[in-house]
């Protein structure tokens, strides 16, 4: 039976986030666990910049991975 209107279950969203370093500044993009883009955000790279990331991700659920693209000469300490 079918009942129209009814509640579904909640389903958690998991964030996997990716990163494309670059000197000045990271672009991140975040999709849940099914592929689906939730958002893009740019940030400088210092150290307030990495929490803002962070905390941005966050936002849409728990971070369940990351990926980082660039070089590790631009992007030391991310």
């Known amino acids: 039976m079918t009942m129209i ?5 909640e389903t958690r969203v998991e964030v996997i986030l ?7 500044f990271h672009v991140a993009v975040a999709v849940d666990h099914l592929g689906r883009r939730l958002g893009e955000s740019s940030v400088p790279t210092t150290t ?9 991700a966050e936002g849409f659920g728990p971070v369940r ?4 693209e660039g070089r590790t000469v631009s992007s030391p300490t991310i």
């Open 5 to 9: 209107g009814a509640e579904r279950p």
């Open 18 to 24: 990716g990163v494309d370093t670059h000197l000045e």
């Open 48 to 56: 307030k910049g990495y929490e803002r990331l962070l905390c941005w």
């Open 65 to 68: 991975c990351a990926g980082v």
